[in-house]
């Protein structure tokens, strides 16, 4: 498992998303489909449209007869092409917690991202007080509260996180161009991170959010000349994902 190497390596947060299946499970997937580049279906078949295989209208038993691991991935050939099906985040955890129990390391901090939007309401996931609730009943099951950040694109979700349990850290994240102030006065408190994107931060962007009380952790930074640029501007953290680099930089 890929968080297995990230957390060897020396990484301080595994960062992954969360969907939810129609049966109510947290499952661990980029999309809330099955990417038609990466998985097959259960006959072997290559994934072609999203809409026939969204993750919110099979139950996780349907889910894990999926393959997205045998095809590889075309964005990052060096990895290795195995078997894997999308985990709940359940399994993720207790798994997590075993091997870094086993293999004496730091206990493992996890990013959870909350992947929805308005647009996908109720025809990708659930409403924004379901989807909160059953990722947050998760956490509180293994009890993490204290190693996890919980970022997403979505205010409402954050402004649930803040409301069921203040002492969760949050995470905004943010792909437009508008100012610090603007986002987090729609956001409505001041979250522990506010996250841009690698094209849209600059200097002043960091400093602004630094000047509200917020550390920013940047995304998605690849290579080791951003990653240093993104630290000599204030960064606090960097999301990638090579993290072999990144922890060099430390």
């Not at 969907?19 to 661990?28: A, E, H, L, P, T």
């Not at 730091?106 to 990013?111: E, L, R």
């Not at 009380?213 to 640029?229: H, L, P, Q, Y």
């Not at 993104?230 to 999301?239: F, L, R």
């Amino acid at each position: 498992m890929a968080f297995k190497e990230a957390i060897k390596a020396g990484a301080n947060y595994i960062e992954l998303d969360v969907v939810i299946s129609k049966d109510s499970q947290v499952v661990v997937s980029h999309e809330p489909w099955f990417n038609s580049k990466t998985c097959t279906n259960p006959t072997g078949k290559k994934v072609k449209r999203r809409n026939k295989q969204n993750i919110y209208h099979l139950t996780y038993s349907e889910i894990k007869k999926y393959d997205c691991g045998k095809r590889g991935n075309e964005k990052f050939p060096e990895q290795i092409k195995v078997a894997a099906y999308k985990p709940l985040l359940s399994e993720v955890i207790e798994e997590m917690e075993a091997y870094a129990k086993a293999n004496n390391l730091p206990p493992v901090h996890y990013n959870i991202e909350i992947k929805n939007n308005r647009m996908g309401d109720r025809k990708y996931h659930p409403a924004p007080q379901v989807f909160t609730s059953l990722v947050y009943n998760v956490i509180k099951q293994y009890s993490i509260n204290e190693r996890v950040i919980i970022q997403s694109f979505d205010t409402r979700c954050l402004a649930l996180v803040h409301k069921i349990d203040p002492s969760i850290k949050t995470g905004l994240l943010i792909a437009n161009l508008r100012s610090v102030n603007h986002n987090l006065k729609k956001l409505g408190f001041i979250p522990s991170y506010y996250n841009p994107a690698m094209k849209i931060c600059k200097t002043k962007t960091i400093k602004n959010a630094h000047a509200k009380g917020c550390k920013v952790a940047v995304w998605t930074v690849n290579s080791e000349s951003d990653m240093k640029r993104m630290i000599k501007m204030g960064a606090n953290g960097i999301i990638t994902d090579h993290p072999d680099i990144a922890v060099k930089l430390k």
